[in-house]
């Protein structure tokens, strides 16, 4: 429901640091963002509703996330950086 509504603190809080990665990265799998990194690969191609469409360096200049999908990449994004994730870097 991340490009539907707002998620709230709370809800991401309780995410593994791996949960949280997923779930932000799950936005731009949405949208066909592929990936290099094998973990986020093997997940997404799991998925049913998933399809890469494009090659992650082209994905940033033509995503354009809805006000739900923006405010919640950058939340997640926020306390992964507050948490120094591993998965940062």
Not at 31 to 50: I, M, P
Not at 54 to 62: G, L, R, S, T, Y
Request: proline share 3%; charged share 35%.
């Amino acid at each position: 429901e991340s490009n539907m509504r707002y998620l709230m603190e709370d809800e991401i809080e309780i995410l593994s640091e791996y949960e949280k990665m997923a779930a932000m990265y799950e936005i731009f799998a949405r949208h066909g963002r592929g990936f290099k990194n094998e973990d986020l690969v093997t997940y997404f191609n799991a998925k049913s509703w998933y399809s890469e469409l494009m090659a992650p360096e082209d994905f940033d200049e033509v995503f354009s996330p809805n006000k739900y999908e923006k405010a919640n990449t950058d939340l997640i994004m926020e306390l992964e950086r507050d948490g120094n994730s591993p998965y940062l870097n």
